[in-house]
């Protein structure tokens, strides 16, 4: 089984500002995937950055980028130049995946609450 | 270009009463998943499918239905609704294999039982 622990209900950045959300996780599958998702106040659920165990490189798209530290088992996400728009809640999401039986499907953590100041 | 599509967007119940939340998805997809999302909760798996006809329970299915007859759909009935069902209900899916690492949402159904 799969477990994501957000410990962050809250954070405050100032605009411009980089931040840091964390996000550790526990598995016991060697092949598994980690995924950052930003959900606004409209509800919806918009994909940020993925990154699979075995990739040797932190994944990067734009001004984010995940913080892959797999001994630690955390996958932070990295915030640059902080924008209004970014305030929103943030979940990091996590599934295995098997060769012959296929991946498994999300669990998420309790996610955090980004507020970004003017 | 449909995507996931989710409907109801938004319903009130009455204790009591059934109902059920269509999932359609256009893109072939072997895998499709229900969560509830509740406040502090994160997003919880009800249930899940790998394709037609093969269902699976997850983290919280109690007072939940599901069936997977065609590919395309993935309804999911609640049988008596309760007032602890009032949630967020999100519907995704995705493709099997490494290709499956974009999972596509629907936009969410917003239901409240009193």
């Known amino acids: 089984a799969q477990k994501i622990t957000q410990t962050q209900p809250g954070m405050f950045v100032q605009e411009k500002e980089a931040v840091t959300l964390d996000c550790t996780y526990d598995?016991?599958?060697?092949?598994?995937?980690l995924f950052w998702y930003k959900q606004p106040s409209s509800g919806e659920m918009i994909f940020l950055i993925y990154q699979g165990s075995y990739d040797q490189q932190n994944a990067t798209e734009g001004r984010y980028s995940l913080n892959f530290q797999k001994a630690r088992k955390s996958a932070n996400l990295v915030i640059s130049a902080s924008q209004l728009g970014d305030s929103a809640m943030y979940f990091c999401?996590?599934?295995?995946?098997?060769?012959?039986?296929?991946?498994?499907?999300?669990?998420f953590g309790k996610g955090t609450r980004l507020s970004v100041i003017a | 270009n449909a995507g996931v599509t989710q409907t109801p967007k938004f319903q009130v119940l009455k204790t009591g009463q059934s109902m059920t939340l269509q999932c359609a998805q256009d893109m072939n997809h072997e895998y499709m998943s229900w969560y509830r999302q509740d406040p502090g909760m994160g997003l919880r798996l009800i249930h899940y499918s790998v394709g037609a006809g093969i269902t699976d329970q997850g983290e919280v299915p109690n007072g939940y239905n599901v069936s997977r007859s065609t590919t395309e759909d993935f309804p999911l009935r609640l049988l008596s609704a309760a007032p602890s069902q009032t949630s967020v209900y999100f519907c995704?899916?995705?493709?099997?294999?490494?290709?499956?690492?974009?999972?596509?949402f629907g936009e969410g159904s917003w239901l409240t039982v009193v």
């Open positions: 598995t016991s599958d060697p092949s598994y995937g």
């Open positions: 999401a996590m599934r295995a995946t098997a060769r012959n039986s296929g991946n498994t499907p999300l669990v």
């Open positions: 995704a899916s995705s493709r099997a294999g490494r290709s499956g690492n974009t999972i596509y």
